[in-house]
């Protein structure tokens, strides 16, 4: 079965460091367009980081310089290194595949990807 599997939220003070990890397993391999995105209730699902089938990475204005998107390919595991978090950081956290290349300027959309993790918390408190 395809599948994304998160780990790795949590709950942190500002200023602290969390790393997500996504376990890709199936037909599905990290070697793929991946992604991370983040939603909070009431509001779109954004694109936090991505990491296309060429290597190249591709970050939301907002977490560029404090976020980190890389990948063990022997693993077959996504990561997300986040430091200097920051309370505007929290909400559900997915990790996202496509098979394939990104359409180049789209790589932060939703529509991009067609394989989605169940997501996983992150709390960053003040």
């Known amino acids: 079965q395809d599948r994304l599997a998160e780990s790795g939220g949590g709950s942190v003070h500002a200023g602290g460091s969390l790393t997500l990890s996504c376990q890709a397993s199936?037909?599905?391999?990290?070697?793929?367009?991946m992604a991370w995105f983040r939603q909070v209730p009431g509001k779109d699902r954004e694109g936090v980081a991505t990491?296309?089938?060429?290597?190249?990475?591709t970050y939301a204005d907002s977490v560029k310089g404090r976020f980190t998107i890389s990948e063990d390919k022997a693993k077959n595991i996504l990561y997300l290194q986040m430091n200097s978090l920051a309370p505007e950081d929290s909400g559900m956290y997915y990790c996202a595949a496509h098979v394939g290349a990104l359409v180049p300027g789209h790589h932060l959309e939703t529509g991009q990807f067609e394989y989605w993790g169940q997501g996983i918390p992150v709390d960053v408190s003040s």
């Open positions: 199936g037909y599905i391999y990290t070697t793929h367009s």
């Open positions: 990491l296309d089938n060429d290597d190249i990475t």
